[in-house]
């Protein structure tokens, strides 16, 4: 069935690079997504993949795709206390049906 | 810009009562989910509806049933609401398949 996991805790220090990482195993999946998420709040979506793609990068966020390993990682370039949030991977499932599969989420903590 | 909103945003109920979780989004788009949130799982999606006048299970429908009123309301009900059912839930809505989900800002249900 579908399935994302995820690492559950990220701690970094202010101004390091952040890697978060996710495997899924829908290899049908067109799309793949991460989300987050600030205390108290709903998901805001912050970059997307398609499934062709190897690489995408916006400002400070890189993802990498390997679809060979099933395996995303999404890249903080110059983390800020204002990036400590949960963050989400997701795929879209293979029904088509526009719902999406969600890992458990990843809490990232930045010290200062 | 409203998005999608959600009411209640708390809610908390004792073992048997029944409660309706209210959706509403004005971004004209087909498609709404529930989801509810709980710690170290990530999101499960409850049901979902495609379109108007559709809806389908997802991964956990046991205890929910569903409502597309509209376009724009997508309501969640407990019949019976039991302590396993405390959790964060979340709306959320998509203009068609494989294309972005805005969330509301939840409904933190609370059963004793």
């Known amino acids: 069935g579908e399935d994302v996991e995820q690492s559950l805790f990220l701690s970094v220090r202010e101004g390091d690079s952040s890697v978060i990482n996710c495997t899924y195993t829908d290899s049908s999946s067109t799309y793949l997504y991460w989300y987050k998420q600030e205390p108290g709040a709903g998901l805001q979506l912050l970059t997307y993949i398609f499934s062709n793609m190897d690489m995408k990068q916006d400002q400070r966020l890189t993802v990498l795709l390997n679809k060979k390993d099933k395996h995303l990682s999404l890249r903080i370039a110059d983390t800020q206390t204002g990036d400590s949030a949960i963050y989400f991977c997701a795929e879209i499932g293979s029904s088509n049906t526009g719902k999406l599969i969600f890992g458990q989420g990843t809490t990232l903590q930045v010290k200062p | 810009n409203a998005g999608v909103t959600q009411t209640p945003k708390f809610q908390v109920l004792k073992t048997g009562q029944s409660m309706t979780l209210q959706c509403a989004q004005d971004m004209n788009h087909n498609s709404m989910y529930w989801y509810r949130q709980d710690p170290g799982m990530g999101l499960r999606l409850i049901y979902y509806?495609?379109?108007?006048?559709?809806?389908d299970k997802g991964e956990v429908p046991n205890g929910y049933n569903v409502s597309r009123l509209n376009k724009r309301e997508f309501s969640l009900r407990l019949e019976s609401a039991a302590p396993s059912q405390t959790s964060v839930y979340f709306c959320?809505?998509?203009?068609?398949?494989?294309?972005?989900?805005?969330f509301g800002q939840g409904t933190r249900l609370t059963v004793v």
């Open positions: 959320a809505s998509s203009d068609r398949m494989n294309t972005e989900a805005f």
């Open positions: 509806s495609a379109s108007e006048g559709t809806t």
